[in-house]
């Protein structure tokens, strides 16, 4: 049974979700909150190499859907190995990506059928449903220019969409990524916030601590 609290970050590249991410966890940890924090793709040693395959530039031209199913390949692990077993202990588990991003990028970005991305993430997740999730929101561009890995790193994905400026229904790749977020949104209101990524470090961190610590007390209310 899942008893703990699990808390997701989502965005585009250069959002700044894994700063927030890791600023959550140091913040519950000092709260004396026992916390765990994962990452996907990774989070585990299979879900490392699954990484590493995925953003390897060397394996640019993968098929959309090996790509689909290596992200939830490593989603699988991640969810057995780390995620279900730390809620069971009541922790407090953040990933730094999670399902969203399957439905937004290889869903809305790529544009694979949104109804067979929603069964196999259900497969693959089983009882491990995200609480909250944080989607902070920034424009594609801005995104990218504050992005320190895009261009000097061999960690890339997307980068024929980034650098062809592919567009498919008047829209570039991270605009039908933001959009599909932006669905999301709508559809879970209650689950998903979003969060305006346009501000200092220390202002979003600050909402996002105060939407934790609601949650937080709302959840042991009503035990
Ligand atoms: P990530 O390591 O979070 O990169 P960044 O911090 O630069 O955003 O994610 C790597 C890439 O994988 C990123 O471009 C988003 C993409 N991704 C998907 O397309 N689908 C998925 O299901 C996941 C988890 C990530």
Do not use: W
């Not at 730390?86 to 990506?97: N, P």
């Not at 229904?169 to 209650?190: S, T």
Request: charged share 30%; proline share 2%; glycine share 8%.
């Amino acid at each position: 049974m899942k008893k703990g609290l699990f808390i997701t970050f989502e965005g585009l590249e250069g959002c700044g979700k894994t700063t927030q991410a890791k600023m959550l966890y140091n913040f519950l940890i000092e709260q004396g909150c026992p916390s765990v924090y994962t990452k996907e793709p990774g989070g585990t040693k299979i879900g490392q190499k699954v990484r590493r395959i995925l953003l390897d530039q060397k394996n640019d031209g993968m098929d959309y859907k090996t790509e689909m199913l290596l992200f939830l390949a490593s989603r699988a692990e991640n969810v057995r190995l780390v995620i279900l077993p730390a809620l069971e202990k009541e922790k407090i588990v953040i990933s730094d990506r999670f399902y969203d991003s399957t439905t937004a990028y290889q869903g809305y970005g790529r544009g694979i059928d949104l109804k067979t991305i929603r069964y196999l993430n259900n497969f693959v997740v089983g009882k491990a449903i995200p609480d909250l999730t944080f989607f902070l929101d920034i424009e594609p561009y801005e995104g990218l220019r504050r992005s320190t890995s895009f261009g000097n790193s061999r960690e890339i994905r997307f980068e024929e969409e980034f650098i062809n400026k592919k567009i498919i229904e008047g829209k570039l790749f991270l605009e039908r990524v933001r959009d599909g977020y932006y669905h999301l949104f709508r559809e879970e209101a209650e689950r998903i916030k979003i969060i305006d990524a346009n501000r200092s470090k220390e202002e979003i961190y600050n909402e996002i601590v105060e939407i934790v610590k609601r949650k937080i007390a709302d959840s042991t209310n009503s035990i």
